[in-house]
């Protein structure tokens, strides 16, 4: 998939109150591996679902974040809410609800900043997240850990130099006797093209 995203940061008045307005639209594909399919060799509907055209997708979300508080809630995959479409993924996220709170200021030596999550998913319904972040003085760096109800965990690490933040999360999920059955890494870089402007925005 290729992704683009505006953002627009509104300040507000007192305690560091800030409203972000975030919007992402993109070109997707989705392909399935016929080998890895457990199904008759002539089933038609993978091969229907393999014919499809690239589509045009995209993404909505709002957040409020004050110097402690930070709320945020999202819309992903909106083509699945304007062109119903029967070779839509299961698994497809439909919502995000997110609450965190940070315990300490950004210029403590450590403060800690638990996030509680919800997330509906097409066919596989709600998963809540549980975690915290534990992030040094200015940001410089962060580390992450959470608990899914879906039986994964996920352990994360950021790091913030002059304009540059670089952020990698590992996910691991778990079977049965809790015995780790695979997993996934993801790396986020994110780069400072324009003289910072004094809004409170946390990545977490």
Do not use: C
Request: hydrophobic share 35%; glycine share 10%.
């Amino acid at each position: 998939r290729v992704t683009g995203a505006y953002a627009y940061h509104l300040p507000l008045t007192g305690n560091m109150q800030t409203m972000h307005f975030g919007v992402s639209l993109g070109v997707f594909t989705d392909r399935l591996s016929a080998g890895d399919i457990n199904a008759e060799p002539d089933d038609k509907s993978a091969a229907d679902f393999n014919l499809r055209k690239a589509y045009l997708d995209g993404d909505f979300g709002i957040a409020y974040t004050n110097e402690r508080l930070t709320l945020q809630g999202a819309v992903p995959n909106l083509k699945t809410y304007l062109k119903k479409d029967s070779s839509n993924s299961v698994g497809n996220a439909s919502a995000f609800l997110a609450a965190s709170y940070r315990l300490g200021k950004s210029l403590d030596v450590v403060s800690m900043e638990p996030k509680l999550t919800l997330q509906s998913s097409k066919g596989t319904g709600t998963v809540w997240s549980v975690g915290t972040n534990v992030i040094t003085a200015n940001n410089i760096l962060s580390m992450t850990a959470m608990y899914q109800s879906n039986r994964s965990s996920t352990i994360g690490l950021g790091l913030t130099y002059q304009k540059y933040f670089i952020q990698g999360f590992y996910t691991s999920q778990f079977g049965e006797q809790s015995l780790p059955r695979g997993g996934d890494f993801e790396i986020n870089l994110k780069i400072q093209l324009f003289k910072q402007v004094n809004i409170h925005n946390r990545s977490f």
